[in-house]
């Protein structure tokens, strides 16, 4: 069983930043991929970011291409979303998930292990 914590949400001003991470609290996710949802009030969960095992592969969004970036240190176990240009339409829970497949690294299905979710509000 793999248990992912996620970390770093909060308040950002529009155009702000903010880097997530996400760390496994037993185990390691060194031979999963690993990806970003979110889900915003009233919609449903969407595919944000992944990212392969070595780091190799990289799959974004359209609506967070050029602005998102996702990476991993796997020396520290940990993957990172950083988010730049903040927009109030990233308002969301994001979700952090591990697969143990990279058959599609953007469908939910995919995913083995997910974490509880940080909360993300871009507001002034």
């Known amino acids: 069983q793999v248990q992912l914590v996620e970390s770093g949400g909060g308040l950002v001003q529009p155009g702000g930043s903010l880097k997530l991470s996400c760390a496994p609290s037993?185990?390691?996710?060194?031979?999963?991929?690993m990806g970003w949802f979110r889900q915003a009030p009233g919609k449903e969960r969407e595919f944000v970011a992944a990212?392969?095992?070595?780091?190799?592969?990289?799959y974004y969004a359209h609506s967070v291409k050029g602005r998102f970036t996702i990476s991993r240190d796997n020396a520290k176990k940990t993957v990172y979303l950083q988010m730049n240009s903040l927009r109030p339409e990233d308002t969301a829970v994001y979700y952090c998930?591990?697969?143990?497949?990279?058959?599609?690294?953007?469908?939910?299905?995919?995913?083995?292990?997910w974490g509880q979710g940080t909360q993300v509000t871009v507001s002034s």
């Open positions: 990212i392969s095992e070595s780091g190799g592969s990289t």
């Open positions: 998930a591990a697969t143990g497949s990279w058959y599609s690294p953007m469908a939910q299905d995919n995913y083995d292990y």
């Open positions: 037993r185990r390691t996710v060194t031979n999963y991929g």
